[in-house]
């Protein structure tokens, strides 16, 4: 496993063009699966999750280039319903092929899926959606086997706005027979980048981005190829550089983000003394004063504060001037960056689902690991603000979700390079 060593204590400064979403790319992937046709799919991020999605792929019969920018994908030769669950097992979206290939085969086989450790990740929500479609779900031995004569539409109401349910109830809901509503549907961007990329293919779905989904079912054979889609904006990289420039007291421009995305963490940064410029596709972030702390960070489902987002903001708050709160209701343990970055001087106590953190002056280089994504890269931002060295071990999660994490970084002036 790789580790980057990071020389913390230089400001971040420059332009950077933010990568395409990795969490509207993947469900975006797994539907293509639907129109049996030839996909061009742009603003793709190339990262290792969209690597495992695009074998995924491969495996069940589609041929799949990764082309600038994107990827072509052609699933007119799909013919197999059954996902190796070595493959399932490597990341959470795994699960989104429920949907697809029960709409287009009627039935699926699939072992649990894996993705980031964050506390206990049940797929409940997904499976009692996809029975009121009329699948016939059994479980065993660790897999699941889903079965259904015909999906018909119904009306679904999620017990919690799951963004991933909302994905593959979308999907499978899009060719069942009749109309199907979801209510208390997750409203995140990602969900609108799923019903504009179905309906490109020709899917009736309205409602994305509100609590209700409105799905007219339709025909297979009524589905036509997309000849190019660009995919949204990684809006949680987008915040990953803005909080990491905030703790160098840099000054940054991303390009290729959708400030309205931001919103709920521009909020906060300028709570905190950032000054920020939005404008459509553009932020610009300058941090020039010490920064405050927040009396009240909670993590909640879109519009609220991201949970991706959570662990990169308890690095930026461990050097506020301050104490703060940060309260982590979307997963039960996501904490974990938390012991990694005491072991750099950050003041951090956790209380259940809450985290106090009482601002230091400085943190210090230490090695550290990352235990998933978003917590590592939390230590990279910590190891960038930090004096002296630090070393973060276990960077393959880093790299499931950040483009080229290194790179970016180094041109906008940090000093970290990648060891194997
Ligand atoms: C690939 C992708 O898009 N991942 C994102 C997606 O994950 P994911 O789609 O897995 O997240 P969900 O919105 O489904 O999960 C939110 C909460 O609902 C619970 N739950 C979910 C499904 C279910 O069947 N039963 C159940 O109890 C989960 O345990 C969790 O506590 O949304 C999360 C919440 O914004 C983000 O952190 C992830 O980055
Ligand atoms: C938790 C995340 O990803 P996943 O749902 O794919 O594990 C994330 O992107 O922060």
């Keep these: 496993m790789g580790a980057f060593l990071i020389n913390g204590g230089y400001r971040l400064e420059g332009k950077l063009k933010v990568q395409g979403s990795k969490n509207a790319s993947l469900p975006i992937l797994a539907a293509t699966i639907l129109n049996s046709n030839k996909n061009i799919i742009k603003n793709m991020p190339d990262i290792i999750d969209i690597s495992v999605m695009m074998s ?3 495996i069940l019969g589609a041929k799949v280039l990764r082309i600038d920018d ?43 899926p894996g993705g980031c450790e964050i506390g206990p990740r049940p797929i409940d929500l997904h499976l009692k959606g996809l029975a009121a479609l009329g699948v016939e779900i059994k479980e065993g031995y660790g897999f699941i086997t889903a079965e259904t004569g015909k999906l018909k539409g119904n009306d679904i109401h999620l017990d919690f706005p799951s ?11 899009a060719l069942a027979e009749g109309r199907t509503v979801i209510r208390n549907a997750a409203k995140e961007p990602e969900i609108i980048d799923l019903q504009n990329f179905l309906n490109r293919m020709g899917c009736q779905i309205r409602g994305a981005g509100t609590d209700t989904i409105k799905i007219t079912g339709c025909k297979i054979e009524d589905l036509k190829p997309v000849d190019e889609y660009s995919v949204i904006p990684d809006r949680i990289a987008a915040g990953t550089y803005l909080i990491a420039c905030a703790a160098t007291k840099g000054h940054v421009i991303l390009e290729n983000v959708i400030s309205e995305h931001i919103e709920p963490l521009l909020a906060k940064m300028r ?4 000054n920020i410029n939005s404008y459509n596709d553009r932020i610009e972030l300058t941090a020039e004063e010490p920064l405050k702390a927040l009396e009240n960070l909670r993590t909640l489902p879109y519009p609220g504060f991201p949970t991706d987002l959570q662990a990169p903001m308890m690095s930026l708050l461990s050097i506020a001037e301050g104490t703060s709160v940060i309260i982590e209701t979307i997963f039960e343990n996501r904490f974990k960056h938390a012991e990694e970055l005491r072991r750099m001087g950050a003041n951090i106590k956790i209380n259940g689902n809450t985290a106090i953190i009482t601002g230091v002056k400085k943190l210090t280089g ?9 917590a590592g890269a939390a230590l990279v931002i910590a190891g960038l603000c930090a004096e002296g ?29 990648r060891i194997d």
């Design 56 to 58: 995924i792929l491969r």
């Design 70 to 112: 994107g990827v072509i994908v052609d699933t007119s030769n799909v013919d197999k319903w059954e996902v190796p669950e070595i493959l399932m097992r490597k990341m959470r979206s795994s699960i989104i092929l429920m949907g697809p290939l029960l709409a287009k085969f009627g039935r699926v086989r699939v072992s649990y």
């Design 163 to 173: 963004v991933g349910a909302t994905e593959n109830l979308m999907i499978a809901a």
């Design 271 to 274: 709570e905190m003394g950032c």
């Design 366 to 374: 230490a090695v550290v690991e990352a235990k998933d994504l978003r």
């Design 389 to 417: 060295t630090t070393v973060v071990e276990g960077i393959s999660h880093i790299e499931r979700g950040y483009e080229n994490f290194d790179r970016n970084l180094q041109n906008l002036g940090a000093r970290i390079t």
